[in-house]
Every structure is written in structure tokens, then in C-alpha cells.
């Protein structure tokens, strides 16, 4: 395996360098050191500093046969800071940005690649884009900067500033920096599928204690509501896991509950994820009716069958379309349908074939998201079983869903991106005019508070008009959560208390 060591000589971006070059190196197996080491590696950053400079340096072990280090020179990096400029803040970004770009030049240099997204590591290129036009800069202005300072590619750009600009139109009449949303988190699954890194569990080992699960839960509702009291409540999502792994009395307690306790009027959007096909039923469904729900996904991920059976989701095509004709049947109609580019095995063709039967059910949103195997996946802890496999998503895929929405005239709404994703590229929610997931956008733009409730559960409190962001996390562990409910509550209580 390819070997880096990224030298530092202080810690100050050593999170930026080093996601930048993972991104550059996916494969590669990379080491941060903090003082000099004996070890040989194929290539050696060594990001320095000066009392005015930063300086990026490297030397690349070009010949593995022959042992002897090859220094290709000192590269790039003259990045100066700016004594006039007086807030530490805009002082620390813009040395990260310019640390990023002569970084970023270089990486290009080594490897004879550019990233769709240039020197962006973050997740939300999106917020990027909405920053700068609510500071006052014109859209050509905005992408001029994402394209020149980030180096993004000309595409990627347009995209972030067509989803801040739909943003903006679909939060205008929302008050959001004076509400919240809440999200209620099921930690099952009916199984638990290869790449998931959530925090989920399989239904059959937890059955017998889902009641108590809900229970506790009931109790986390209550108490948050109290604390909330007097404030705005925009959205609801109940996500996880799966929701509909509950039973259909259990819905009902959960959704009594959180009606009785933080009231149903005048909310902007209720999210119920049904999420995998072999959890729904009718009576489920007909449960969740009974409740002001306005959107749903069912998830079907792939619609190829090998490919489902690949990746561990115990469920079949035909129950994808079932689930959904009787999600239309009982009056649902905003739902929406999780896809995956990149599952193992996968090429465009496939792809194609999922999309031309999501396209037949015509639901009202799709969001398409790209593989990431994160540490916790099996995917990745298994790796070597499915190396032989191959993981294939580029451009022409992304494009191809991007035209399949346009053609159910769907247009992107919100966008974000993970570490470790497959090409580097993005997930993307597509919806149609009035069918975007307002809470998605919120999420993502950080723009409220989220209240997030059940084992798992990380709530965001927003200081400071979005500036500073604080967590809040309740155990992920099932049995845990139930038995150290009070302490999940009063956790949440402290840190409210604070924000408030
Ligand atoms: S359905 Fe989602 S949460 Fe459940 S196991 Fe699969 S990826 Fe994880």
C-alpha cells in the first residue's frame, strides 16, 4: 500500500492538510506525525511555519527497488499571513484558505488530477455559496470566488449556487433562526446493511425490548418538550434506523405522544423515513395517516436485485414497488426514495436500470447519495472480500442521475458531501417544486437548532447566527439509552439551560 507521512511541525491545520491529501490518495495509507521518524514512506509532506510563512515541503521515494530517498525538492508554499487583519477568526480561515490552495496546486502537480471540488473538505459547499450571497455578493460573484479561491470545477459551482439560491427561496417564509426542529431517532433495522455506519441495530436481537425503547423515548419526548417550551417547532424527522421497524400500536404511543407534548400546529414539514421496504405494511402506513405526516421516504437504494443482496438489505425489488404503490394508495404524496451510486459491483448500466424504475414509480423527491465506507461499515471491515469487486462511480453516473431528476422534474435542492466518499463527488436531494425536505436544507445549512432525541441521538445547539455550533450526544447504545434515560435528559437540560 502507498505510504504518507505528513510531518507537522504544529497542529494548527493539520485536519485540513491531512483531508486534503486523503482525498488526493484515497487508497494510501496515511500517517500524521508530530517529530521525525525513521519510517519510509512513498511520499513525506512537511508542513512548517515561520514567524510570516507557511511553507508545505515534500520528497517522494519515486523507485521502491531502489532504497534511497529521492528528493524531488522543496514545493510550493509561500502563504502569508496578514497582521492587518485584527479578528483572530477571519485571520485563522483566511491562513487555512491559502494554506488549502497552495496545498491543493501542489497535490494537482504530484498526481496530474484535479477533485470536483477542489480545495473544498467540507461538507457543506452549499453553505459556502449561501454565505456569500447573503453577505451581498451577486451570484456571478459567488461562483467566481468558489472557482477561484476553491478551485471547484465550473459544474460542481453552478450546482452549489443553484442549490443556495433554492435554499434561500424555500426557507424565506420560515423563521428558522427563531425555532428548532426535533429529530426522533429508531435504532433498528430489519437487517443491517454493508456499509451502514449508523447507529442501528437489528430488529431481532432488540424485539423484546422495543417497548421499553419507546417507553424511554415517550419520557425523552416529554421532558424535551418542557425545556423547548415557548419556542418555535419547524419540522419533525423520525429517521434512525428504520422507523417502520416499530409496530404499529408503537407508532401510535410515539406519535400521540410528541403531538401531546410539542403540539402538531403550524409545523412546516413532518418527516416520517420509512425507510427499508421490508419494514412497511399497510397498518403501519395507515397508523402513520392517522398522524399530520407530510412526507415519507421509502429507500430503495438499488433497484437491482444482485446488488441488493450484495450489500445485506434482505429485501426484493418487487417489495420496493409494493411498498410504495401502497404508500400512494393510502394518500401519501410526498415521498420520497433514497438511492446509492457506487454499491459494489455496480456500473452505469446498472445504475441506469435502477433509475428507469424509479422514474416508472415517479416519486416526488430522490435523493441520490454516492458510497462512502466509512471505518465503521462492514464494507470496510471486510474489505478484503470485496475487493475483487469493483466500486465504480465517476462523473457520467452523477450526470445521469442529475438527468433522470430533471426528466421527473425534480431539480437539486440541498447537497452535502462525506469523507471517504467514492470520486470525491456528493449526495444530492432532488424534489420536485414544492416537495423539497425542508429539513434536510436545516440540517445541512446549520441555520437552527436540532433537537435530536433516542439512543444515537446528537443534538445541535446554533450560537451565535450559526457561527459557532455545539453537540449534545445521547448514547448510541440501545440498553444503555434506556437505563441512563434521566441522565440522556438531564444532559439535554444542561446544555439548553446554556444555549438559551
Ligand atoms: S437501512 Fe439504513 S440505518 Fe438501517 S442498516 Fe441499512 S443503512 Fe443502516
Known sequence: MYKIGILFENREFEHDVYELIKAFYPEAEIHTLYEDDEAEYDLRFCVERDNENYFIKYDRKENPEIKETEIKGVASAEVITDSAVKDPHALRKENKDSIKYALYQLLVKLTGRTLPWGNLTGIRPAKLAMGMIESGMKNTEAAQEMREKYLVSPQKTALAITIANREREILKDIDYENGYSLYIGIPFCPSICLYCSFSSYPLKVWEKRSDEYVEALCKEVRETALMM?????????????????????????????????????????????????????????????????????????????????????????????????????????????????????????????????????????????????????????????????SFENNQEIMDLTMKTAYEMEMGPYYLYRQKNMKGNFENVGYAKVDKAGIYNILIMEEKQPIIALGAGGSSKLVFDHGKRIERVENVKDVSNYISRIDEMIERKRTAIATWL
Do not use: C, W
Open 229 to 389: 417550551k415557548g419556542r418555535k417547532l419547524d419540522t419533525i424527522y423520525i429517521g434512525g434506523g428504520t422507523p417502520t421497524t416499530l409496530l404499529p400500536h408503537q407508532i401510535r404511543k410515539l406519535l400521540d405522544t410528541v403531538g401531546e407534548a410539542f403540539g402538531y400546529e403550524g409545523l412546516a414539514e413532518f418527516t416520517v423515513e420509512a425507510g427499508r421496504p421490508d419494514s412497511i405494511t399497510r397498518e403501519k402506513l395507515m397508523a402513520i395517516r392517522e398522524y399530520p405526516v407530510t412526507r415519507i421516504s421509502v429507500n430503495p437504494q438499488t433497484m437491482n436485485q444482485e446488488t441488493l443482496e450484495i450489500i445485506g438489505r434482505k429485501h426484493t425489488v418487487d417489495q420496493t414497488k409494493e411498498a410504495f404503490h401502497l404508500a400512494r394508495e393510502l394518500g401519501f404524496d410526498n415521498i420520497n426514495m433514497d438511492l446509492i451510486v457506487g454499491l459494489p459491483g455496480e456500473d452505469i448500466h446498472m445504475v441506469e436500470r435502477t433509475l428507469e424504475q424509479i422514474r416508472e414509480l415517479a416519486p416526488d423527491s430522490m435523493t441520490v447519495h454516492s458510497l462512502a465506507v466509512k471505518r465503521a461499515a462492514r464494507l470496510n471491515i471486510f474489505k478484503e472480500k470485496y475487493q475483487e469487486m
